[in-house]
């Protein structure tokens, strides 16, 4: 620490007036924001790796003269064990989100524009980052290559899969993992593979991202990086929102280089999402089990979920590996409450005629005339009770009513009179003010149980309606998440109607 504190005072010409150690990450590396006399503040870091330390300083440099958005390096020990960069400040991506991210993938407007703005921002470190780039700097080593891949997927193999204790066959394993390293490899690139590419990594600057924690990049595909950010197993993003971002990265990416067609694109980016996400259980295996961090065993359930629906997409190549991963995800432990459900031709999903699992001594089931009709439509109101609650024109009555008005109120403050539950401000204030996110909680536990069984049934209608004060705020929030929710998760049509706003809209694949 003394001879960080002395590189400070040779760089700034006085000691810091005070250090405080950063909270750490996965690494070994140690980061300190150093402060003088007049406020000004910059970051200094303990490596343990002359190599590691080396290829952060080079790359850094390196893209500054790219004029890409990376910390400035302002001094370096001769040891280069040490050295101090600008001070980007304390605001991460992954801090700018947090709220979405807790909310279970419901990102602001305000969350996915940041979101946009970064995955438009990754083509220029990947691209123009290449350019002039000597890769031999790179640590721990300069090309994404054949042996690194068998690396990580050993990794897997010894830190997440034999501690479940699921029986393979490790040669018949080891045959796909060689072809999955294979086919990563197939096609050469020049670009710069950041490798750690997360929502962590990234710096808000005034609402600019900035990018750090890249010393572990190399020469290599870009696809890496997009499978590392848009599946970051915490990050829960919606598959509509996924879908969006990247088609932001491949218009950006268009400015250059000549892309591969998107359908070319879209093959090679699942075979790294594959890759990446075992990496990562690898990864949540030895931080989670072999060193009991809850962080890294809280991470494993949707990190499993990615998995069993990139399986649920795409027939895989390796016939091995495919059954020991759907094996996988069938374990006891990984187990989560699915819906039973077939899927029809047109892409809505059906049912058995018979659902239910009767005893031999109950003799037949008997069946309602709407059994097995399908598909199912959702038909989802906003309203103000002062107008009276909606009628259900489906003829089948029933159907959910629900009183948002023991929620915190926007439509009392007088910035959010004119605006509606649509509006980033209203939504903004909800979700901080934290009571419709609880109220939301109890509401999707009880519409996915009764969604997921009239898919079983093959019922064709089911309405839910929100209920405020003036049918504006909170019923219009609460309506559209719950439209927006029952969507994504279960792929049914659904119908939104803000009936006091005069505001209407079809969700449907």
């Known amino acids: ?24 990450a996965g690494s070994n590396r140690a980061y300190y924001r150093m402060v003088d006399e007049d406020g000004r ?51 991460s991506l992954f801090d700018a989100i947090r709220g979405g991210r807790e909310a279970g993938g419901r990102y602001t407007l305000a969350e996915q ?15 123009r980052g290449a350019r002039g780039l000597d890769f031999s700097n790179c640590y721990p080593q300069p090309e994404f290559d054949v042996d690194g891949v068998l690396f990580d997927l050993n990794y897997f193999k010894y830190c997440f899969l034999k501690a479940t204790e699921l029986d393979f066959h490790e040669l018949k394993l080891e045959a796909d993992f060689r072809l999955l390293a294979k086919d990563l490899t197939a096609e050469r690139s020049e670009s710069f593979l950041y490798r750690d590419f997360q929502a962590r990594n990234v710096m808000l600057v005034e609402g600019v991202p900035f990018f750090i924690d890249f010393q572990g990049g190399r020469r290599g595909p870009f696809y890496y990086d997009l499978a590392s950010f848009l599946w970051q197993a915490s990050a829960r993003y919606p598959d509509r929102l996924r879908r969006e971002l990247l088609d ?34 690898g990864a949540y295996g030895f931080r989670g089990y072999f060193e009991q961090k809850k962080h890294f065993i809280d991470s494993i359930p949707p990190a499993i979920q990615n998995l069993r629906e990139l399986l649920s997409a795409q027939q895989l190549p390796y016939p091995y590996l495919a059954d020991i991963l759907k094996r996988l995800t069938e374990l006891p432990q990984f187990q989560r409450i699915e819906v039973s459900a077939q899927t029809r031709a047109d892409g809505y999903k059906t049912t058995d005629r018979n659902p239910y699992r009767a005893h031999p001594k109950d003799g037949p089931a008997t069946f309602s ?99 405020c004060t003036g049918g504006q705020h909170r019923s219009v929030y609460s309506a559209q998440h719950l439209a927006e929710h029952i969507h994504q998760k279960f792929g049914v049509e659904v119908r939104i109607v803000h009936r006091e706003q005069g505001i209407t809209q079809v969700l449907k694949d």
């Open 248 to 281: 932001e990265y491949y218009v950006a990416a268009q400015q250059f280089i000549e892309m591969p067609k998107r359908e070319h694109f879209d093959r090679r980016l699942q075979l790294f999402v594959l890759f990446r996400t075992l990496q990562v259980l």
């Open 369 to 467: 005339k709407y059994d097995a009709q399908g598909p199912l439509v959702v038909r989802v109101f906003s309203f103000s009770y002062r107008k009276g609650i909606p009628e259900d024109e489906s003829g089948n009555g029933g159907g959910y009513v629900f009183d948002c008005r023991s929620t915190h109120n926007p439509g009392r403050y007088e910035p959010y009179k004119q605006l509606t539950g649509l509006d980033e401000p209203v939504i903004r204030f909800l979700e901080d003010d934290g009571e419709i996110l609880t109220f939301l909680d109890s509401v999707y536990r009880l519409a996915d149980a009764h969604v997921a069984r009239y898919i079983q049934r093959g019922f064709t209608s089911l309405m839910f309606s929100f209920g």
């Open 41 to 91: 503040s910059v970051i200094g870091c303990i490596g343990t790796s002359r190599d590691e330390n080396h290829a952060f300083v080079y790359l850094a440099r390196h893209f500054e003269k790219r004029q890409l958005p990376v910390p400035r390096v302002l001094a370096v020990s001769d040891d280069e064990l040490r050295y101090l960069q600008q001070d980007l400040g304390s605001t």
């Open 1 to 24: 620490m003394q001879q960080l504190i002395e590189l400070y005072r040779q760089w700034r010409g006085a000691e810091p007036t005070s250090t405080e150690r950063l909270a750490g």
């Open 113 to 127: 524009q940041l979101l946009r703005r970064t995955i438009r921002e990754l083509p220029n470190v990947q691209f």
